[in-house]
């Protein structure tokens, strides 16, 4: 009788102590998005010191990323094509599609190693990502000497969202392609897909197009107050996008019209109106730069059929030089009597060159094609026509706004207290025309690298598993905790995070919360 109260009891406190254990989520890897399916059990695989990895036909791109997450073990890494012959495999598995879908994947670590499968490359290379959060926070710099222990587990995971991107404003201040290719990685980490960038504004024009080349030659020189000028050549841009893909990250590149546009008025003074009519008032007149950061002034002589040439020949070169299958075509924050023709027109230029147009929401007040997908960002458009959507709405995805209220060099228009991170996290919506999410950083105000390190991270881990995960799944109290145990990890990929104080952090790292580098 004794022994078995004592029995009932161990058996009692083990469930609590479990059931405990998981909801605090403290016990097993922190993987942020948390995966759709996990069964954690209470054993390790200790790597071999003799790795080998065996992937089937067309996996050896995700073979040789999962090499390169290995170089920093101990472990001697050897590939090879085939099937089960080795302790590491890599499958690829066309009817995995049906239950996986383009991105998701099976994870499986056991006693006698680890087994990846997919549908796609996209879904091998989501499945290492959340392997690589399994190791120790240390594999992301540098070697380690001692032993390494994965937690064994058997993880079924896909996304919710197809959309799951950040938009960089390079027009405000200029960011390059060093800055852009450590934010590819990063995102990448956390399983984000897409990365638009804003390329042209009244402040400067960022991408090199041949066919106008006063465009940068001109308005790359120019910039806000504070901010860097430049812009991205030709080469660069496909450098990007090929690292991007790579990572199976698309960009999406946008040229802001008709409102937005002082800099390419600018670089040529003949696209204006007569007597500059279409800037108004007249913050700055060519030849002369434009630094003041107010929004709404200036606009394409929509008047002019010239402007129609200009836009047909911008276009298609953009199209011509970008891989992706999408133009964003700005739109935002105009009035104008002409501005539903011209959205029109512009969407069925961006459709000619074969490529789908994005706009932002007011867009949509046009008779847009339905293949437009509208970007939400105030939510106060009355559409005419019925798109897709991403949802960047400004209460929740804007991360130019504070990441705490006070936050200096910041814009409040939308929320005074800023945008936390709990504001980003509880997220959620019904709208079945909802592709995804997006948040995007406008740079008027950050015009250093650690600035806008400081405005993405780590919101936009909260963004990642908004877009990955399904609203069942998540809880802000267990992703906090997840976050806190990522410190090291953000640390040692050198990323100057913003020591939100809604996270317990693991780490004492200095510098104050909001740590701005101002140059
Ligand atoms: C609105 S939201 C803008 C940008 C500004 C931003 C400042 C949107 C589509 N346009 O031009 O940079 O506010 O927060």
Request: one cysteine or more; glycine letters at 6%; charged letters at 25%.
């Amino acid at each position: 009788m004794k022994t078995s109260l004592l029995q009932f009891c161990i058996f009692f406190g083990l469930i609590l102590g479990n059931s405990v254990k998981a909801q605090s989520g403290s016990e097993h890897p922190p993987i942020i998005p948390k995966p759709l399916k996990a069964e954690w059990k209470n054993s390790e695989y200790n790597l071999p010191t003799e790795i080998k990895i065996c992937y089937s036909a067309d996996a050896e791109v995700s073979a040789k990323w999962l090499e390169h997450l290995l170089k920093n073990t101990s472990s001697e890494v050897q590939l090879s094509e085939g099937q089960n012959c080795g302790n590491f495999s890599l499958v690829l598995k066309e009817n995995l599609k049906e239950k996986l879908g383009e991105e998701g994947y099976n994870l499986k670590v056991n006693n006698t190693g680890v087994e990846l499968e997919a549908a796609t490359n996209a879904g091998l290379f989501y499945g290492i990502q959340t392997l690589r959060q399994m190791f120790p926070p240390e594999i992301e710099t540098g070697k380690i000497n001692g032993e390494i222990s994965l937690q064994q587990v058997k993880i079924s995971d896909k996304p919710n969202y197809s959309w799951r991107g950040t938009m960089v404003d390079l027009a405000r201040s200029f960011f390059g392609i060093d800055y852009l290719k450590k934010h590819i990685d990063r995102m990448a980490l956390y399983k984000l897909n897409r990365l638009h960038l804003h390329l042209s504004d009244d402040q400067g024009w960022r991408i090199e197009l041949k066919s106008r080349p006063k465009l940068t030659e001109i308005g790359g020189k120019s910039s806000v107050k504070n901010g860097r000028s430049g812009f991205i050549s030709q080469e660069e841009y496909k450098e990007l996008q090929e690292y991007a893909e790579a990572r199976h990250i698309i960009i999406i590149p946008e040229i802001d019209m008709p409102g937005h546009t002082y800099a390419a008025l600018m670089s040529y003074p003949e696209l204006n109106c007569e007597n500059l009519e279409n800037l108004n008032p007249k913050r700055a007149t060519p030849p002369e730069y434009y630094h003041d950061y107010r929004v709404g002034w200036s606009r394409l002589c929509m008047e002019n059929p010239e402007t129609y040439e200009f836009v047909g020949e911008i276009i298609s070169e953009l199209a011509e030089i970008t891989h992706g299958p999408w133009i964003h075509m700005g739109g935002d924050e105009i009035e104008d009597p002409h501005y539903k023709e011209f959205v029109v027109k512009a969407d069925s230029i961006v459709r000619s060159t074969g490529k789908t147009a994005i706009g932002w929401e007011e867009a949509t007040q046009g008779k847009v094609d339905e293949s437009f997908i509208s970007q939400r960002w105030n939510g106060k458009t009355e559409s005419v026509v019925d798109t897709k959507v991403i949802e960047s709405i400004c209460s929740s995805f804007y991360f130019d706004h504070a990441n705490m209220p006070g936050q200096e060099h910041t814009n409040n228009w939308c929320k005074q207290d800023g945008v936390s991170l709990e504001n980003t996290y509880s997220f959620s919506t019904d709208d079945p025309n909802v592709i995804g999410v997006e948040a995007p950083v406008w740079t008027e105000l950050v015009v250093s690298d650690d600035m806008l390190d400081n405005r993405f991270w780590p919101r936009s881990m909260a963004l990642a598993e908004v877009g990955w995960t399904k609203k069942e799944q998540r809880d802000f109290n267990n992703f906090t905790q997840r976050l806190g145990r990522q410190a090291a990890r953000l640390e040692n990929l050198d990323i100057n995070y913003f020591r939100s104080p809604e996270v317990n952090w693991e780490t004492d790292k200095k510098g104050g919360v909001f740590s701005d580098y101002m140059p």
